[in-house]
């Protein structure tokens, strides 16, 4: 009588265990995950400052779910704290904030000499060409337009953390207002900006 051989499979990696040993099965998966550990990239942390929960919520749930660490905090001076604390690899901004505004933040990172080089995303729901400006001023990396759609924050995530360009495809400007992927209509500075 042939026996139906066991068909274990290990779905993380993609593998199908078939016609191995239990003990070649523990083996291999081991040696697998000894890999896969090894070859995977450490996740890059998201600081996200914004004064309204939901938001935060969105943030932490979206990114958290494309691979990113992210902490959240609802004040700009508890930003900062966090940010000396847990040295961020991002920043993402609300400009309109309680208390100190974004640009006041952001201007208080650029700075301070252990926070200047993070990048920061200052995100905003004015529509004026003056708040690209303004960010651009006070030291931002980008400024978005809210609410940003997730393949702009994915992608604009990509370019400021220097990810391969096809990783950040569509999105060309080094600063600018963003929305939707499309330029905001005016420029800015003599450069066009995006959203």
């Avoid at 040295?87 to 208390?99: F, Q």
Wanted: aromatic letters at 4%.
């Amino acid at each position: 009588m042939n026996e139906i051989p066991d068909r274990r499979t290990h779905y993380e990696s993609g593998i199908e265990f078939t016609d191995l040993a239990p003990d070649q099965q523990t083996a291999l998966a081991a040696a697998l995950a000894t890999v896969e550990t090894a070859a995977a990239p450490p996740r890059a942390t998201v600081l996200c400052i914004d004064d309204d929960a939901l938001v935060l919520h969105f943030y932490r749930d979206f990114l958290d779910r494309h691979g990113y660490r992210t902490l959240a905090v609802l004040d700009g001076l508890q930003g900062l704290a966090l940010a000396h604390q847990d040295r961020p690899d991002v920043i993402l901004l609300d400009v309109m904030l309680r208390g100190l505004s974004g640009f006041d933040i952001c201007r208080k990172l650029r700075a301070d000499p252990a926070l200047r080089d993070i990048p920061i995303l200052l995100l905003t729901v004015w529509d004026h060409p003056s708040v690209a400006t303004t960010g651009h001023a006070a030291g931002a990396t980008r400024t978005l337009h809210k609410p940003t759609d997730a393949e702009t924050l994915l992608t604009v995530l990509a370019e400021v953390l220097g990810h391969p360009p096809s990783a950040s495809k569509g999105v060309t400007e080094d600063r600018g207002m963003v929305r939707g992927g499309r330029p905001v209509s005016g420029a800015v500075g003599g450069r066009s900006p995006q959203l």
